[in-house]
């Protein structure tokens, strides 16, 4: 059974840290480009960064130079560390496992930024 499990959401304050945390099981975690997107209320989903099987990462322009995605392929955990987190940044955060057609998603964390 493939699952994708994010963990590390909560509410912070603007300016703060969080790390989000996705274990995949059930999937050959080393062969899949990994991904993170977010959704906030009354917007579509969208992606905020990813990083290759090779571990080549990818972050979209609004958080670039603030987040850092990284792999561990030993533990079949993907991260995403987010400092300076802005109101902007509340969403639904969701972990994604993409391989050829194999395409997985998490059920999601929530993250809250306060001003």
Known sequence: QEQLAESGGGL?????SLRLSCAASG??????????????PGKQRELVASITSGGIPNLADSVKGRFTISRDNAKNTVYLQMNSLKPEDTAVYYCNALWRTDDYWGQGTQVTVSS
């Open 12 to 16: 912070v304050q603007a300016g703060g």
């Open 27 to 40: 999937i050959i975690f080393r062969f899949n480009a990994m991904g993170w997107y977010r959704q906030a």
